[in-house]
Structures are given as structure tokens and as C-alpha cells.
């Protein structure tokens, strides 16, 4: 059954059969179609075959995953995200939600919409939405969302813990800055230490370029109340590399270079 099929008969299930449907992405875990329902338009989510496990827990099925983004997108503040997001007990389980505007920074840059400094721009308010989000506590038993690791009382925080330039929209704004309309694929989202959020955007940009890692961490200092361990972070980063590398090789792909020395400079993380 390919994708096409899979959507059709998702949307079957879900007693809309026939509701007009447009592909809009293919994600590295997820389909994801434009839908027309008698709700009204929606995103829906369909966990691929062939898609990434959770690299946290790779035993987590896709159902549980989106459980637990529903909760994260229900706990959220300090950024924008879907709204009427509902889990459907689907064969394969999928879900749908409101459709936010905007395109994520990735594409605005491989589009060659953002230049250097408009780069730089985007990521202080990455970092400000980051620290928004990380003023979100752990309270009780954490409900849905697994730990990441066993944290210092009072510092678990909630963490998306796939934040990069794929998985944040928006749009420019007069003066070539940028407004975030979206934060999107909390599948990985986990209670924490805030220093685990930073991996990503360490790993895929900040590697390369370091100007961005100041204008990120500068955002986030804007809002947060307390300070980065960027000590942990590069930690952190070498340790994700390695884990990758050993799975693929080939994982990094232009990258891959700086990742390599990246891991050997900061071998005792």
C-alpha cells in the first residue's frame, strides 16, 4: 500500500471517505496530507512503514508517540502549535490537527530566502522560543511524557528535543527578520534538562556556524531566567554524534567532516 492508498484508507476509518486530500510532506517519520473534513481543513499525521524509531526508545509504537505529542502540544507555551489535535486508534494510528502558516526556516534557507545574517536572526528567536517553552515544569508523575534521564529536582523541563531549522515555520517580516508561526513534530518530547534541547540545532547548524549558536544562545538568554551549561551541550553533541555515526557511517552527509572532528575534539564528552 503506498501512501496515496494509506491516506484514502486512514480517511476511510475516520468515516470521511472521499475528503479531498493534497500530500504536503514526507517527514522522516511521518506522511502528512492537507485534508478536507467536515470539521473543517486539517494536517493529518500518519506514521510511516519505513519510518525512524524513536531514538530515545526505540521500542515506543508509533501510537504511544503521538499520544505523547498530543500532551506536549497540550502542555506548550512560549510557542506557537497546532490546536484541535486529536489521536485517532486508526490501523496505523495517525492523527490530525490545525494546519499553522508559514514555512519552516530550512526551506526558507535552501530557497535562498534567508541570507547570513537573516539566519541569524531567525535563531535569536529560536533561542527565544526555546526558553519560552523550557519555562514549562515537570509537575507530579509527568503524566504521558517519559523522562529523558533521571534530572536534579526542580530542573526538568519540557523539552521538544527535535528542535531544528525543519521543525520551525514562519514567515519574513519588514526589516528581514522573522515571525515563528509554528513549532512542529514533538514526537521525541520528553521531561529533561534544558542543555538536551540544544543538540539538535548544535549538530545540524551550530557546528558550522558559530555566529548562529551566539545569536541563539543570546535569544534564549533574553527569556530565560537561568543559564546555559554550554560545556554540557558540546557534551551532549559529540555523544549524539557518535550514536549516529556508529548507526550510519554515512549519517551527516556534508556534515559529515565536521561531526567527525567534532566528536574527536570533545572525545571525553
Request: aromatic share 6%; hydrophobic share 40%; glycine share 10%.
Amino acid at each position: 500500500m503506498d501512501r496515496e492508498q494509506l491516506a484514502d484508507s486512514v480517511l476511510e476509518q475516520l468515516g470521511e471517505p472521499g475528503a479531498r486530500r493534497v500530500h504536503a510532506r514526507d517527514g522522516r517519520e511521518h506522511h502528512l496530507f492537507r485534508v478536507h473534513l467536515a470539521r473543517g481543513e486539517r494536517m493529518l499525521k500518519i506514521p510511516r512503514v519505513d519510518g525512524m524509531l524513536d531514538p530515545f526508545d526505540p521500542s515506543r509504537t508509533a501510537l504511544e508517540r503521538l499520544r505523547c505529542e498530543a500532551a506536549a502540544v497540550a502542555m506548550a507555551r512560549g510557542v506557537p502549535v497546532a490546536t484541535h489535535y486529536e489521536v485517532h486508534p486508526t490501523t496505523p494510528a495517525c492523527a490530525t490537527m490545525t494546519i499553522l502558516p508559514g514555512m519552516t526556516a530550512e526551506q526558507a534557507h535552501e530557497r535562498g530566502q534567508l541570507d547570513a545574517d537573516a539566519l541569524l536572526k531567525v535563531c535569536v528567536q529560536m533561542g527565544r522560543a526555546l526558553a519560552g517553552l523550557h519555562s514549562v515544569r515537570r509537575t507530579g508523575d509527568g503524566g504521558l511524557l517519559p523522562e529523558l534521564e533521571v534530572t536534579e529536582a526542580g530542573n526538568a523541563r519540557l523539552l521538544h528535543l527535535d528542535y531544528h531549522l525543519g521543525n520551525v515555520l514562519g514567515r519574513p517580516k519588514i526589516g528581514a527578520g522573522w515571525d515563528i508561526t509554528g513549532v512542529v513534530d514533538w514526537t521525541c518530547a520528553r521531561w529533561g534538562p534544558p542543555e538536551a534541547d540544544f543538540v539538535e540545532m548544535q549538530v545540524s547548524v551550530f557546528i558550522r556556524n558559530p555566529r548562529a549558536r551566539d545569536a541563539f544562545v543570546a535569544g534564549y538568554r533574553q527569556v530565560a531566567a537561568r543559564a546555559i551549561d554550554m560545556a554540557e551541550v558540546e557534551r551532549r553533541s559529540a555523544r549524539e554524534i557518535r550514536r549516529r555515526l556508529a548507526l550510519d557511517s554515512t549519517e551527516g552527509g556534508a556534515a559529515r567532516g565536521y561531526w567527525t572532528a567534532w566528536a574527536e575534539k570533545h572525545e571525553g564528552g
